[in-house]
């Protein structure tokens, strides 16, 4: 059984930076893509980013590109979503998710398309 554990979140200000972490467990995370999630109330969930089993290739989605990096470190069995310059529509709860293809290169861009979660992160970003 995968267990997906996110961390890092909290209050800042616009303007602040934050480094969610999601430490994975049960499987060798290192050889499956995953991506990040968020979701605000009220509204659907939202891709924020992925990243390929290898780590070697990225994609953000539009509304955080040059703001939010994702990243993975295989030793450890834990991805990272580095945000920066932290904005109030920014605030919402933030999800990792894990999908069960192996050694796939293949961004997924669509919540359905993941096979493991994570509980969420909430970030508030407010003034």
């Known amino acids: 059984q995968v267990q997906l554990v996110e961390s890092g979140g909290g209050l800042v200000q616009p303007g602040d930076s934050l480094r969610l972490s999601c430490a994975a467990s049960g499987r060798t995370f290192s050889n499956y893509p995953m991506g990040w999630f968020r979701q605000a109330p009220g509204k659907e969930r939202e891709f924020v980013g992925a990243i390929n089993w290898s780590g070697t290739s990225t994609y953000h989605a539009e509304s955080v590109k040059g703001r939010f990096t994702i990243s993975r470190d295989g030793a450890k069995n834990t991805g990272y979503l580095q945000m920066n310059n932290l904005k109030p529509e920014d605030t919402a709860l933030y999800y990792c998710?894990?999908?069960?293809?192996?050694?796939?290169?293949?961004?997924?861009?669509?919540?359905?398309?993941?096979?493991?979660w994570g509980q969420g992160t909430q970030v508030t970003v407010a003034s």
């Open positions: 998710a894990m999908k069960n293809a192996y050694r796939s290169g293949t961004h997924y861009f669509r919540s359905y398309e993941y096979t493991y």
